[in-house]
Nanobody, 119 residues
Framework: VQLQASGGGLVQAGRSLRLSCAAS????????RSWFRQAPGKEREVVSC??????YYANSVKGRFTISSDSAKNTVYLQMDSLKPEDTAVYYC???????????????WGQGTLVTVSS
């Protein structure tokens, strides 16, 4: 199972980025897919999750970030609008049989993609 994250970069505050997470060797479309992030010196935290029945957003991103999935492409996206400097982190995509909010419980991780938001 491989999860390939992409789309990170350097942007100014207030701008947008879209992250993608493509899955290969992984045909389970009933798995929940998530985005976590880890800022320097901080623990990895959940950003957003999507399953067939629910979506979840951390309070810090609610109203600014949108998670979506394309089952045909086995890809999950995270549209990040109105970015703030505090959104700067390495973003990781993840997969698990159901929605979990704790990084320690996640079954599958992709590599990280760095998002840097300048003020």
């Amino acid at each position: 199972v491989q999860l390939q994250a992409s789309g990170g970069g350097l942007v100014q505050a207030g701008r947008s980025l879209r992250l993608s997470c493509a899955a290969s060797g992984f045909t389970r479309d009933d798995y929940a897919r998530s985005w976590f992030r880890q800022a320097p010196g901080k623990e990895r935290e959940v950003v957003s999750c999507i399953s067939k029945t629910a979506t979840y957003y951390a309070n810090s991103v609610k109203g600014r970030f949108t998670i979506s999935s394309d089952s045909a492409k086995n890809t999950v996206y995270l549209q990040m609008d109105s970015l703030k400097p505090e959104d700067t982190a390495v973003y990781y995509c993840a997969a698990h049989p159901f929605v979990v909010l704790k990084a320690a419980l996640i079954d599958y991780w992709g590599q990280g993609t760095l998002v840097t938001v300048s003020s």
